[in-house]
């Protein structure tokens, strides 16, 4: 079922079928998850447009801008960067691989405890990442134009509860 203030979309005819098909059954949780999560695609795509301008896939541009909002000297400890990616270390490692053989990050020596290293940005790292995030905050601005300022302010507001539901540990 369309809402008042919006055309329908895919989502409302994927509601249609299901009322149809199995009316027993109410749907309604559908209609919001099934927006955010096709939303989150579309986004996605717009986004990686931007990080493809750069040479960046989306990986990439967060591993950078998570190391450049650490702030100077840009550098975490692999663990950090790990659990704030929310990526295995595995995966983490091959990552630092491939960013480190672009000449974006390096691995330092951990100043603190001899038996673990530190990730960098690199002068080259630091001016392409300034220089995405730039672009990068243009695009999402110009994706929210359409959206009137409060009506952006009251989605972010809901989402930021939902958020918070999900993150819960009592959540189920």
Known sequence: MPTPSAPPDAVDAILAQ???ERPDLDVGPMGPIGRIKRCAA???RRLDE???EFGLSF???DMLATLRRSGAPYCLAPTTLFSTLM???GT????MNKLEASGFVARLPNPEDARSMLVQLTPAGLALIDRAVEAHVANEHRILAPM???DLAALDAKLAVLL???ESPETP
């Open 87 to 89: 990526v295995t270390s």
């Open 148 to 150: 009137k300022a409060a």
């Open 50 to 52: 931007t990080f493809a």
């Open 92 to 95: 983490m490692t091959h990552r």
């Open 164 to 166: 918070a539901a999900l």
């Open 42 to 44: 579309l986004l996605q």
């Open 59 to 61: 990986w990439e541009f």
């Open 18 to 20: 299901w009322h149809r």
